[in-house]
């Protein structure tokens, strides 16, 4: 696990361009955004997408160690739901630690690339 400066900061509200996060660095509040079914994507890369929202509604990390903790896939599928996301601007990298400690952050609606 990495140190997160903002997780050092007590009782502080953090904002980013006025947004509260949390200390994974993804807004606060229901990570789902339902427009993620009206893009034509498959239906792993969906899951993916479900899955990192249900860790940053949890405030875990969402990393491809944590991912690949609960992926009931093949590790093709969820590396290629990965790159699909990463792609369209849905899923951002923030820490490049190698293949399984990379750490992501999801992006806000209006920055996907339909």
């Not at 904002?15 to 079914?37: D, R, S």
Request: hydrophobic share 40%; aromatic share 8%.
């Amino acid at each position: 696990m990495f140190d997160c400066p903002v997780r050092r900061i007590a009782n502080a509200q953090i904002l980013i361009k006025g947004t509260p996060v949390n200390h994974n660095h993804n807004p606060q509040g229901p990570a789902m955004n339902q427009n993620i079914f009206r893009i034509g994507l498959s239906v792993e890369t969906i899951s993916v997408y479900l899955l990192c929202c249900s860790f940053s509604d949890s405030g875990a990390a969402i990393s491809t160690r944590n991912l690949l903790g609960v992926w009931n896939g093949t590790r093709e599928s969820l590396f290629a739901g990965i790159k699909e996301l990463e792609k369209r601007n849905i899923l951002l990298k923030i820490i490049s630690g190698g293949e399984d400690k990379n750490v992501y952050k999801l992006t806000e609606y209006k920055s996907w690339k339909l």
